[in-house]
């Protein structure tokens, strides 16, 4: 049977899909089922289809299986067969932030580690991350997990699109950011800008969270990597006008009576 609604999702394009795939994630041999069904050959459509069923009815551990198998490798093969994604697949990944914890688990943290992560990936996958509502507590586990990873040029894009939705990030999250940065001291190739606009993209938004001690080294950082396009430079201007947060302002109390 499943193997004919596999030929059917090949050709689907709109539509109701087949009633043995709307229930196939209320069998324990689920996987099994969406293997016969031949999941590299659905549409588009049928993909954005099934990550709707199974974002909606699968357990969290289930649901980020699926994100792993099924939709990480077809998103990155309709990127790097077009150069974009279909419309179908784009959507198909907005549905899937429906369950931010195995998305994150399931689909975002493995092609970052994966250490493969093309930067139109990261640009087309994070334009869906920059575009919808992500709970904070998922988000920042993101950040300290792509924070502690080895550099990659997508890598900062994903950080510096975390960091522009403005959270209000707990100190940790704060400090991991600090030393992922600070972590390129000794490096002595030029940096690529991606790295200097993730740096700047931080310290806009949360210079008033560091310590002063974090400050002075970020401060030092930005004279051994610089940017001629004036990134540094305005780094260097949001700290220098920065109060950090184990610092009390001098005012004469006076001037608030």
């Not at 606009?197 to 938004?205: D, E, G, I, K, N």
């Not at 004036?230 to 109060?243: A, D, K, P, W």
Request: aromatic residues 12%.
């Amino acid at each position: 049977m499943y193997k004919e609604v596999g030929t059917v999702l090949k050709r689907y394009r709109s539509g109701k899909v087949p009633k043995a795939f709307k229930v196939i994630a209320q069998f324990k041999h689920w996987e099994d089922l969406v293997i016969l069904t031949e999941p590299e050959n659905w549409s588009a459509a049928a993909m954005y289809q099934a990550t709707r069923i199974f974002a909606a009815n699968l357990k969290e551990k289930m649901t980020q299986r699926f994100y792993n198998c099924v939709l990480l490798p077809r998103i990155r093969d309709d990127i790097d067969t077009y150069g974009r994604l279909n419309f179908h697949l784009y959507q198909a990944l907005r549905k899937a932030l429906f369950k931010p914890g195995a998305f994150f688990k399931g689909f975002l943290l493995p092609l970052c580690e994966s250490r493969t992560c093309t930067l139109r990936e990261a640009v087309i996958i994070g334009s869906v991350l920059a575009k919808n509502s992500i709970p904070v507590m998922h988000s920042c586990a993101a950040l300290l997990k792509i924070a502690e990873m080895e550099y990659s040029g997508a890598n900062s894009i994903f950080l510096r699109i975390f960091l522009d939705k403005k959270y209000a990030l707990p100190y940790r999250v704060i400090d991991a950011t600090v030393f992922h940065l600070l972590q390129f001291r000794n490096e002595r190739r030029e940096l690529p800008v991606l790295w200097h606009q993730a740096f700047l993209t931080f310290v806009q938004r949360y210079k008033k969270d560091i310590s002063s001690e974090q400050k002075e080294a970020l401060l030092e950082l930005t004279k051994q990597h610089s940017h001629s396009g004036g990134i540094t430079q305005e780094v260097r201007r949001e700290l220098n006008n920065s109060v950090c947060r184990d610092e009390e302002l001098d005012v004469p109390i006076n001037e608030f009576l």
